[in-house]
């Protein structure tokens, strides 16, 4: 090689002989920098790995784990490997979380059929079935005892990836018992949540399961003895688009500090189902309901990205509402909230939704209900036409009305074309089928 002050092809030169600097090639700085910035995309690559490892929150592909994948060992105690994205950790206090950066990603021991009375306490990896070792549906759990493992935690990861921000988060999941416990307290799993992993939040009591104090601390011939689901249960927590959102499953005693005598617990079969929906329509649901920006959030969760929602109420703002005033016929011990046009808009918003068509909404209802109806206003009259009506045999016809009813097509907040298109069709679905008032009058 002739890398510094020869070439193959040099002639003898026929010039004076003089000093001369030394001639340098740029060749092996250039290598060197090549090298750097190999390097250097190389890190770049495993740090963006790394950001966006976690469980991906799909509108297309519903998660689901198992926990299969942690297999069968041979003997116990023997260390499992849970699944990517989830970890496990346990404390030496009561009801306490630790954080998802520091927990472990494997069980300690093993556990399946006639868990014994003395098992030591820790993580395991449960199987069910009737082997001491489990068959291949196994579960992800915890034995406490009184001075160890007072407190489990099974964490996971998630990622939004929906393409959009979200307003809550669907999930199912098992609790299995696969030993009693007579500690007279009982044992439970409550789940939390998290934004960075070691901040958590109480995911509230329909994420709270409890089972009550045993008789003894046998295990079972057959595991597990007993399951408990939570299912299809909303964790109300917002979660931008990109965004990670942890959950931990904390077991541990029910109340007090004594923890021997204790349940083995597991949980197993976790789900997250995708959003399918591309409309969800409430017509004449949400002034009936007790939580109404709860009964939206659920509705959120249920469509796609560019999924678009339709709901109608009576609007307490309409210009006949304010005239009839406590005569309006929509002022009913059935309707437990009211809107105008302000206020929906703002319990969609908050819900995850922007609204993007409001039109006066027309029913048609039966003649004789109608008449009925206008008793609030006058009985008389109500008499006189419900006679009439009847009379002439008109009682069944259905006619149009309106007295204040409004409804709103909204998209989940995100920008898209295909959600502008679906919200353009919905609305010239809805005026085809005669439910403008502003087609129907011809305005």
Do not use: C
Request: net charge positive; charged share 15%; proline share 5%.
């Amino acid at each position: 090689m002739f890398w510094e002050d020869t070439h193959m092809f040099d002639r003898p030169s026929r010039l004076p002989l003089r000093r001369t600097r030394q001639h340098k090639t740029n060749r092996p700085n250039l290598a060197r920098t090549w090298r750097i910035i190999a390097t250097v995309t190389l890190v770049a690559l495993a740090s963006v790995y790394v950001a966006f490892a976690a469980i991906s929150l799909s509108t297309s592909i519903p998660f689901t784990q198992n926990f299969t994948s942690m297999g069968i060992p041979v003997s116990n105690p023997a260390p499992s490997n849970l699944p990517v994205d989830f970890r496990q950790d346990t404390i030496a206090a009561v009801r306490t979380l630790g954080s998802f950066s520091t927990a472990n990603t494997q069980t300690a021991r093993v556990g399946g059929a006639n868990v014994a009375t003395n098992a030591a306490n820790g993580s395991y990896n449960f199987g069910a079935g009737t082997t001491t070792l489990g068959d291949a549906d196994r579960a992800a759990g915890f034995i406490s005892s009184g001075t160890a493992t007072m407190s489990g935690n099974l964490y996971a990861q998630f990622v939004n990836n929906t393409g959009s921000a979200l307003s809550g988060l669907q999930i199912s999941y098992d609790v299995e018992k696969y030993r009693n416990g007579s500690n007279p307290a009982g044992f439970r799993y409550q789940l939390f949540y998290s934004l960075d992993g070691s901040a958590w939040t109480n995911a509230g009591p329909n994420f709270f399961t409890a089972f009550p104090a045993d008789a003894d601390n046998n295990g079972f011939a057959t595991a597990p003895g007993a399951t408990q689901s939570v299912t299809n249960k909303t964790i109300n927590v917002s979660i931008a688009n990109g965004a990670n959102v942890f959950l931990a499953w904390n077991y541990s005693v029910v109340s007090g500090t004594t923890t021997t005598n204790a349940q083995a617990l597991a949980i197993d079969n976790i789900s997250a189902p995708e959003a399918s929906f591309d409309v969800v329509t409430l017509w004449d649901v949400i002034e009936h309901t007790p939580d109404p920006l709860h009964v939206l959030r659920r509705a959120r969760l249920l469509l796609k990205s560019d999924g678009v929602l339709v709901v109608n109420f009576p609007d307490m703002g309409s210009w006949i509402a304010r005239a009839m005033g406590r005569s309006w016929p929509f002022l009913s011990s059935v309707h437990l909230y009211y809107f105008t046009r302000q206020t929906m808009r703002a319990t969609l918003q908050k819900a995850g939704f922007e609204a993007t068509t409001v039109r006066p909404h027309i029913q048609r209802l039966e003649l004789d209900y109608l008449v009925s109806r206008a008793a609030v206003v006058s009985p008389l009259l109500s008499k006189v036409g419900g006679a009439l009506v009847r009379r002439l045999g008109l009682g069944a016809r259905e006619v149009p009305y309106w007295m204040g009813q409004t409804w709103i097509a909204a998209r989940v907040a995100a920008t898209g074309v295909r959600a502008s298109i679906m919200g353009a069709l919905v609305w010239l679905q809805l005026t085809l089928d005669g439910r403008d008032l502003l087609a129907l009058s011809g305005a």
